[in-house]
């Protein structure tokens, strides 16, 4: 079965703390992973996606395969940071499985 | 930039009643999408369309539920009698290809009463 799971629902943070929200999957196949962001009363907007190893606002994310496993980094949170952050599983059938969603809250 | 576009942002209707859900998906993309997500859940998906058909459903997506691309920009559902457990936030997306990133609409919000 494919599933996403991302264990916090919520992760509050100081400005400048760094921040790992973390997400795991379980997917037989090859997997494509990404993360959307949904800021307040905002559309979720794709953030990271493995494949292309970039860093996107400060954030990273890297597929560990061994621990099945593709948690998002940041090293200094800042206040703009705090959204609601959704790891995504595309399992090359046409449609994205979601997690469950990590609020993070940064505070000054 | 280009961005998908729904309407209407709220709907609300009685049980039992047809709804229909408009979305403009961003306009040289092939592969469109539903998703919802009831109050305080995941985000789920629904359906999914390319080149004119359903490629894709999820088992929500029942014969309550069903898709159209009217006229080459339009991207409805229809959900054809609703019930309370239908209330949730309704997403659109749209894609160039089936495989990587889908473009997000700001959501429908449905509620029935």
């Known amino acids: 079965a494919q599933r996403v799971t991302q264990p916090e629902k919520l992760l509050s943070v100081f400005k400048g703390a760094p921040v790992e929200l973390k997400c795991n999957y379980s997917?037989?196949?090859?997997?494509?992973l990404f993360w959307y962001v949904q800021y307040s009363r905002q559309r979720l907007q794709l953030l990271l996606r493995?494949?292309s190893r970039e860093s996107i606002k400060g954030f990273t994310a890297d597929l560990n395969k061994g621990e099945t496993s593709f948690h998002l980094k940041k090293p200094f949170a800042q206040e703009e940071d705090s959204a609601m952050y959704y790891c995504?599983?595309?399992?090359?059938?046409?449609?994205?499985?979601f997690g469950t969603g990590t609020r993070l809250l940064v505070s000054p | 930039e280009p961005e998908v576009t729904q309407t209407p942002s709220h709907q609300v209707t009685q049980m039992g009643q047809e709804v229909i859900l408009r979305c403009v998906p961003i306009?040289?993309?092939?592969?469109f999408y539903w998703y919802r997500q009831i109050l305080g859940q995941k985000v789920e998906f629904l359906v999914s369309?390319?080149?004119?058909?359903?490629?894709?459903k999820s088992e929500i997506f029942d014969d309550q539920f069903s898709v159209e691309r009217p006229d080459g920009s339009n991207f409805t559902l229809k959900i054809r009698s609703t019930k309370l457990e239908d209330s949730a936030m309704y997403f659109c997306?749209?894609?160039?290809?089936?495989?990587?990133?889908?473009?997000f609409g700001p959501g429908t919000r449905l509620t029935v009463t």
């Open positions: 997306a749209s894609g160039q290809d089936g495989f990587y990133e889908q473009y």
């Open positions: 306009s040289n993309h092939l592969y």
């Open positions: 997917y037989s196949g090859s997997p494509e």
């Open positions: 493995h494949i």
């Open positions: 995504a599983l595309n399992t090359g059938f046409q449609k994205l499985v």
């Open positions: 369309f390319y080149n004119n058909e359903i490629s894709e």
